[in-house]
């Protein structure tokens, strides 16, 4: 279910005349004690989906490059990942933020060395192209090659940056969702886990 329909059944419950104020109190104490874990859900939701289109493009205009080919296949599978560890986390089940850290870790593995690829291709393949357009643009010599490099150095730098923030996001739902798992009563985490609707 997703969050908003998990949460109105949870309101239910908080309305259920059977339950006591002791019940009702634990329901709501853990509802919000969980939204870091359903915000993390929501992030792996939409990293799932955006890498997925990604990698659609991508094998779209690969489909002439074995190297793009294999990029693309591989970010399908980082996108895969990713929602199966969102569901991991919306069942509340200790495997996901671990699953999603390494998934995380693998993507930008696999980024890295795409553009470390691509930048020792740019010095022992370079494009013929470049010094006709160079010189019906009066750049200088090498202006594009290293304004390449600088393209997949800046690539580097980024993915690492923000697919390594991502990572240590994800890694930090770690004690998070344990500590949940370990102060939450199990009848609640159970009532919580029948709330999903997928």
Known sequence: MGARAGSAYLDGMDADPTLTPEQRAALEDARERAKGIVSAAKVAGFNGWTVGILAALTVLFGLTSPVLLALGVGMGVVAHNELRGRQ???????????????????????????????????????????????????????FIRDFVVAAYGAAILLTVLFVGLNARYYARRISMLERYLAETPAWVVEMQRSARVD
């Not at 930008?108 to 019906?136: F, G, I, K, N």
């Open 88 to 142: 991991f986390l919306r069942a509340f089940d200790p495997r996901g933020p671990r699953f999603l850290t390494r998934n995380q870790l693998g993507f930008m593995a696999l980024v890295v060395a795409y553009c470390a690829w691509s930048l020792v291709r740019t010095y022992t393949h370079p494009d013929p192209q470049w010094a006709q357009l160079q010189e019906l643009a009066g750049l200088e010599a090498g």
